[in-house]
Nanobody
Framework: QVQLVESGGGLVQPGGSLELSCAAS???????????MGWYRQAPGKQRELVAT???????NYEDSVKGRFTISRDNAKNTVHLQMNSLKPHDTAIYYC????????????WGQGTQVTVSS
């Protein structure tokens, strides 16, 4: 059973920065690779959307509105993924969810509980 634990959310003023972190673990054995880890977010009244993903090999995909502001990274040895968020805007306010996706054979998705990010004066 895979567990994802997120941290780093909070309240920040517009233009500020936050770093989100997520650690993946499994009750028995190791996290399977290759895989994709990433972040999705959901604002009130809106659908969940992709923010950024990164593969085991380091290939990165960003949602257009966060390009140049957010940076995703991962540590394969520690099974962690991080999202450095700079120049935050009120539009970024949402619950951010960590995602782990196994990509070989039968794809499987695992999700964290979510962490709240609020950008407000």
């Amino acid at each position: 059973q895979v567990q994802l634990v997120e941290s780093g959310g909070g309240l920040v003023q517009p233009g500020g920065s936050l770093e989100l972190s997520c650690a993946a673990s499994r009750s028995s054995g190791s996290i399977i690779s290759p895989n994709t880890m990433g972040w999705y977010r959901q604002a009130p009244g809106k659908q969940r959307e992709l923010v950024a993903t990164i593969t085991t090999g380091g290939a990165i995909n960003y949602e257009d509105s966060v390009k140049g502001r957010f940076t995703i990274s991962r540590d394969n040895a520690k099974n962690t993924v991080h999202l450095q968020m700079n120049s935050l805007k009120p539009h970024d306010t949402a619950i951010y969810y960590c995602n782990l996706r196994y990509v070989l054979f039968r794809p499987r998705d695992y999700w964290g509980q979510g962490t709240q990010v609020t950008v407000s004066s």
